[in-house]
């Protein structure tokens, strides 16, 4: 029976508290006890000596002395900022640690496991998968941001973990030393599997990716290695940023609408505009409203495109929309707030609305709603009915309903 949270000293309480909040969310897949034991070994706190929170310029710096201050927020549940003074340009967090909880329990990580983690961020997580594996098992993570490197190695190294080997460099190029894994986990959103994964796992290991699709909205998904492919065993809607380095496609990413090349004629040749109601009104629902379409479009439709408006308050969240671009018939459609409006011709605007009756008819799926394979990006594939296939650089993907 555990002491009473009077008892326990502040780390102990912050740390029971956020465990005890962690399973009221995942209460019908409850957490197994050796997740809660690796978050109760391995101190949060202690891989965040300076963070900053959303819409705040402050950075916070945290020591020994201040350190009871701060618990509340360090153990609170949702992500801090690592790198970044733009909140729309984070390019490291410490992630909302229920949903850390969460993915190391999809893990399935076992005493003597060897996993490979992209990205390392603060640490922690690290660390945790490290206390999962044991002293027989060890954990190689990577991070491209040299100053965390450094700084999460020197955590782990104090806190004398030592089946944690943190390594600066970009994890999209895997690492051979331990290769090949039973378990790896991305802590960053990517649009393409990078190829060494495939070498790199072994036969029926996990692969826990954050895959992205254009249109917004990532989605976990856990993946197992069935010879040549990896096979999608579970889906959850989340959010991270996008890796960095070589593999990062910022081409995929929302543009303004400005970046257009058709748009300096389009803007006046405005023909059609309705009212289109996202089950809300205004622009503060439109993004969760529209996240469903948004990720179907940007698997099943060419001629999807993803806006954002320009925003010079670094502060303020990027507002985003969407569209249908069709060169061929000098046609467009955007999806703002509360309108649909047509540009050029009509063409987009009505497979636009052919397109929304048929999400409709699939039972209005997101992205974590398909089946997915990945496939090397050299395997021919052919799409079956309700099939899709995204080709990227590195891979493809077979999305599935």
């Known amino acids: 029976m555990r002491a009473s949270l009077s008892a326990m000293d502040p780390v102990q309480r912050h740390q029971q508290l956020l465990i005890d909040r962690a399973r009221q969310i995942y209460r019908k897949t409850p957490l197994s006890e050796a997740t809660c ?4 070994a391995v101190p949060r706190h202690s891989f965040v000596p300076r963070y900053r929170q959303w819409a705040s310029d402050q950075w916070c710096d945290v020591t020994e002395t201040n350190l009871v201050e701060h618990l509340g927020t360090l153990y609170a549940d949702h992500p801090l900022i690592l790198c970044g003074d733009d909140d729309n340009h984070v390019v490291s967090t410490i992630s909302q640690p229920s949903f850390v909880l969460r993915m190391l329990d999809l893990l399935h990580c076992e ?3 060897t996993v490979f983690e992209l990205g390392t961020g603060s640490g922690w ?3 945790l998968l490290g206390h999962l594996v044991g002293p027989t098992g060890h954990v190689c993570s990577m991070e491209i941001i040299p100053e965390l490197a450094q700084t999460a190695a020197e955590t782990i190294s104090t806190l004398g973990i030592s089946n944690v080997h943190v390594i600066a460099g970009d994890a999209g190029e895997g690492c051979l030393a331990r290769a090949p894994y039973d378990r790896v986990a991305f802590t960053a959103g990517t649009y393409d599997l990078p190829a060494c994964f495939y070498e790199q796992v072994k ?11 254009v249109g917004g909205g990532d989605n976990l998904f856990l993946l197992r290695k069935v010879q040549d492919r990896f096979e999608s065993v579970y889906s959850v809607q989340c959010g991270f940023v996008q890796i960095t380095g070589k593999h990062n496609l910022e081409l995929l990413d929302p543009v303004t609408i400005e970046e257009l090349p058709a748009w300096s004629t389009l803007r006046d040749r405005e023909i059609e505009r309705r009212p289109f109601w996202w089950s809300g009104k205004g622009p503060d629902v439109f993004g969760w409203q ?9 698997i099943t439709e060419p001629l999807f495109r993803s806006f954002k408006l320009r925003n010079s308050d670094h502060k303020q969240p990027e507002e985003y929309y969407f569209g249908l671009w069709d060169p061929e018939q000098h046609s467009l459609v ?16 009505n497979r636009l609305l052919q397109l929304l009756h048929r999400w409709v008819d699939l039972g209005m799926p997101t992205a974590a709603s398909f ?12 799409a079956a009915a ?10 493809q993907f077979l999305w599935s309903l």
């Open 111 to 113: 005493p003597g496991h």
């Open 371 to 382: 089946a997915l394979q990945v496939h090397r990006a050299d395997v021919a594939l052919r």
């Open 37 to 40: 034991g690796a978050c109760l």
């Open 386 to 395: 309700n099939q899709w296939i995204v080709r990227r650089r590195d891979s």
């Open 203 to 213: 036969e029926e290991g996990l692969l826990l990716g954050v895959i992205k699709n």
């Open 290 to 298: 529209t996240m469903g379409i948004r990720s179907f479009l940007g």
């Open 125 to 127: 997580n690290a660390a």
């Open 334 to 349: 955007l999806a703002i707030a509360d309108e649909l409006i047509a540009y050029g011709s009509s063409a987009a605007m």
